[in-house]
Nanobody, 123 residues
Framework: VQLQASGGGLVQAGGSLRLSCAVS????????MGWFRQTPGKEREFVAH????????YYADSLKGRFTVLRDNAKNMVYLQMNSLKPEDTAVYYC?????????????????WGQGTKVTVSS
């Protein structure tokens, strides 16, 4: 399984951005997907998780209401819609996949990772 994240960039505070993650492989619909983010000197932190069908989603408490995770199993894609962005959302964002991680929220729960896409929110 290979993952490729894209969609990062520079955005002003209060703006929106949609990240995408393209996943290779014919069994995408059997993978739980997650988004994490990392800033220099800090641990990679959980952002969001989505189940196989997209019906179950989980978010970091601090991000609920601003971020939405979505998936399109027909296109092997997972998305992270980020609204009302704040400077503290600045980070490299990673998508991740696992077949055995129901409601997975920690880095060790995921087996496959994308290369990351950088998001910078200016004040």
């Amino acid at each position: 399984v290979q993952l490729q994240a894209s969609g990062g960039g520079l955005v002003q505070a209060g703006g929106s951005l949609r990240l995408s993650c393209a996943v290779s492989g014919r069994t995408f619909s059997t993978y739980y997907m997650g988004w994490f983010r990392q800033t220099p000197g800090k641990e990679r932190e959980f952002v969001a998780h989505i189940g196989w069908s997209g019906g179950r989603t989980y978010y970091a408490d601090s991000l609920k209401g601003r971020f939405t995770v979505l998936r399109d199993n027909a296109k092997n894609m997972v998305y992270l819609q980020m609204n009302s962005l704040k400077p503290e959302d600045t980070a490299v964002y990673y998508c991740a996949a696992t077949q055995f991680g129901y409601a997975a929220r920690t880095r060790d729960d995921y087996d496959y990772w994308g290369q990351g896409t950088k998001v910078t929110v200016s004040s």
